[in-house]
């Protein structure tokens, strides 16, 4: 399954199928965008950044994508898995080593 | 494997009542942040410490509100009088200088009455 738009609050997919989760940021100055997963009644958990000159980056079933142009960051996790279930979070950060600013976050649901 | 540790993990209080907030960072990193989490607000930055210096409490009320570093060991967030306005997850996290991995703990969930 895929979100549609810039953000949804909810993202309901079935195990195996492929999710993005999208992210509208703000300032154009922030030098990293990261995303974060935070399970239930955990702090949340790096998943991957990607450098503001950078288009694409990928992880371990992870891809983060950039456009720079319409401010747009998104989280393509491949072949979802129940374990992937949480709210993930996109955030800028304006300078290495410096505090995040969190955005709104997508609740991701995944049925066996 | 090393972990950012918070304590209480779970705090219920009386309005007016005083809160400390403890957190220790993980060994070597040099940079400690709280966020304040809510459903209404999401996560927010307090404060945060660069080799125990405070760089940035902006997010803070400061008049409630205070954050510390005590040593490289500890970094603590009072609030002094508490109000049920501050019922929220408060997380630290920790990381290093030009990271861009933070860190967080499993924070502390604070509920003012």
């Known amino acids: 399954g895929e979100s549609v738009g810039l953000h949804l609050p909810t993202l309901s997919v079935q195990e195996g199928d492929n999710s993005i989760i999208n992210c509208a940021y703000s300032n154009s100055a922030s030098d990293y965008f990261i995303w974060y997963k935070q399970e239930s009644g955990k702090g949340p958990q790096f998943i991957i950044d990607?450098?503001?000159?950078?288009d694409k980056r990928q992880g371990q079933r992870v891809t983060v994508l950039l456009n720079k142009t319409v401010k747009h960051l998104s989280l393509q996790i491949a072949a979802t898995q129940p374990g992937d279930s949480a709210v993930y979070f996109c955030?800028?950060?304006?300078?290495?080593?410096?505090?995040?600013?969190f955005g709104k976050g997508t609740t991701l649901s995944v049925s066996s | 494997d090393a972990r950012v540790t918070q304590t209480p993990r779970d705090k219920v209080t009386e309005m007016g009542q005083e809160v400390t907030m403890r957190c220790q960072p993980i060994l070597g990193h040099n940079t400690v942040f709280w966020y304040r989490q809510t459903m209404m607000q999401g996560l927010e930055l307090l404060a945060y410490f660069r080799n125990r210096a405070p760089l940035d409490d902006s997010g803070m009320p400061k008049d409630r509100f205070s954050a510390e570093m005590p040593d490289a060991t500890l970094a603590t967030l009072k609030i002094q009088p508490s109000e049920p306005r501050d019922s929220a997850v408060y997380f630290c996290a920790s990381g290093f200088l030009f990271g861009n991995e933070q860190f967080f703990g499993p924070g502390t969930r604070l509920t003012v009455l």
């Open positions: 955030a800028e950060n304006p300078q290495a080593g410096t505090a995040l600013i």
């Open positions: 990607i450098r503001s000159n950078m």
